[in-house]
């Protein structure tokens, strides 16, 4: 079994540095273009040199044994910012860790077919859960609870056939709980303190967007 990827970002606008020359390693572009989005102000980020063949050598950034990132840990680091699509080019990426960042979540990380892992809690993100997210067939963990986050809990996510945990409690989510799916057997604690979140779906009823 291939080592879990885990990012653990703290993301928001980095004063860019002199940019040298571009990576052709599509994933070292990917990183150096999140670098830009991210404000660090205690230099975390300085080994991550674009003009390098891949992004293997950077600290933080771990590789399988192809070279491919699989995780990037920057917990911790005193990092803010914003994730951008830029991170879908991380095909190989498994798990996306716990960060410290603002924004919408990226609808293009519904691309991450490796992804088996989401955990975007304890951030300021906003706006609305992507439906892509349908498209992380091999998804077993999302967590995206104290966040900012609004709407209704896509009704795309009942495919997750292997989707074990699942938390967006102390959000603004409205609308009503999905019963199909995995979700049928996740408990209440997991939709906790979004107080226009109104309970169970009834299917033909009530509309599953009901209060939002």
Known sequence: MAPLAVISLSLC????????????????NA??????????PTNVLQSWDPTLVNPCTWFHVTCDSNNHVIRLDLGNSNISGTLGPELAQLQHLQELYKNDISGEIPKELGNLKNLVGLDLYGNRFE??????FSGLKSLRFLRLNNNNLTG?????????????????????????????GPFGMFSMP???????????????????????
């Open 13 to 28: 606008f980095l004063l860019p540095l002199l940019s040298p020359a571009i990576s052709t390693n599509s994933e070292g």
């Open 127 to 132: 706006g609305e859960i992507p439906k892509s």
């Open 31 to 40: 990183l150096h273009a999140l670098r830009r989005r991210l404000s660090d």
């Open 152 to 180: 209704s809990i896509p009704r795309e996510l009942t495919a997750l056939s292997n989707l074990k945990v699942f938390d967006v409690s102390n959000n603004d989510l409205c609308g009503t709980i999905p019963v199909d």
């Open 190 to 212: 997991s939709y906790a303190n979004n107080m226009r979140l109104n309970g169970p779906e009834l299917k033909g009823l009530v509309p599953y967007n009901f209060g939002c």
